[in-house]
């Protein structure tokens, strides 16, 4: 959806003898003529000023600075990996190398990357130096988190290029997300519970996009089935979230079954987009009619309005790179992402897909993300 640029800003400044915004668009074309971000820069640079003119708070205005600057960096930085498919992999800094969890972890890491996939981590050691050493560092990128002590990156991404260091948790938790195309959670600490609740807490609101949790353990390991245990007889029966919720989650005892969690998201179902009140699912192959009555009739709760449409690019702006794709339609009512889970596991079942032609398949896109 365009963007509509916030008028308050501008009258703001209007009321104190201020017209500034002819100024800084004339400003801002200087440095990017014709961009089509133009509105949203002139926001911004708005509202650092009126920042300005209150002039409340040095550690505010810092704040600001600093996390501005990670932004800006981290931007730039994975512009260059801009893409590429990648997993964020979560857990214990303090794994020992002989400890089984290590081992897993290093496959996965290997498993992802003969895939191509990029394994994103917090460049730590323990879990994070075993996905990364699996993946290598053509596959491997790491968020670091600058702290008061002693703090080193693993040895595949220490000194290099894809290595990105943060001075927030928050700016860096976004990132975490952000470039995720699914997520493998491993056995941890209070940070590990923390990126998996707050991951949970995202996808469940709908504020950050539907994709794989994964969570993996050695086989005949309790950590995240005694967590599974837990959330279900007190979070779920004490009815705190929905039955359905569970479903965004998935535990698997193998790298293996990790990455075929991963694949299987994908196989069909490409990514998601609101386009103003409708909510749009793109998929590689489209529906047969048998499956699309089906989900009329088993998914009518997601409707807030009428039915699924299935139909193809119409020309909606932004959306030109995707137009290959076949979309599914409907007024969502924005709950129960975990319903949507189950519709996008019905999208994959082969038999729901008319099979694709040779120019179909010739037109594969390689990007998962979701905008």
Known sequence: MPYVPNDLLSTHFQGSGLDLTSKIEEQINLVAPNSPNLALYRDMILTVLRMAQDDRNRWNAKITLQALR??????????????????????????????????????????????????????????????HEGAGLEHSLGFNIT????????????????????????????????????????PGGFGTLD??????????????????IVL????????????????????????????????????????????????????????????????IIRMRQPLTQQALEHIQEAFADLCLTEGFQQHTYQGEEYEAEFSHLTRLSFSFSGRNQGRLRELVDCINVPENQIPRSAEMQATEDDDWKTI
């Open 216 to 279: 993996l353990d050695v086989p005949g390991g309790s950590f995240w089935q005694t967590a599974l245990d837990f959330i279900k007889h007190q979070l779920e029966d004490n009815r705190y979230i929905l039955p359905n919720d569970m479903k965004l989650m998935r535990l698997v005892h193998s790298a293996e079954a990790a990455v075929d969690e991963i694949h299987q998201f994908y196989s069909n179902f490409h990514s998601t987009r609101w386009l103003k009140t409708k909510f």
């Open 195 to 212: 990126e998996a609740l707050e991951v949970l807490t995202l996808i469940q609101t709908g504020k950050s996009p539907l994709v794989p």
């Open 70 to 131: 990670e932004l800006d960096n981290a931007f730039r930085v994975l512009e260059q990996f801009r893409g590429r498919r990648k997993v964020t992999v979560f857990g214990s800094a303090r794994t020992p190398v002989e400890h089984p969890l290590y081992a897993l972890a290093r496959e996965l890491g290997g498993l992802l990357a003969q895939a191509d996939l990029m394994v994103i981590t917090g460049a730590g050691g323990g879990i994070m130096a075993a996905a």
């Open 147 to 186: 702290l008061p002590f002693e703090q080193h990156a693993n040895p595949t991404v220490e000194g290099t290029g894809n290595l990105l260091p943060f001075h927030f948790f928050f700016t860096r938790k976004l990132f975490f997300v952000k470039e995720a195309d699914a997520l493998v959670l491993c």
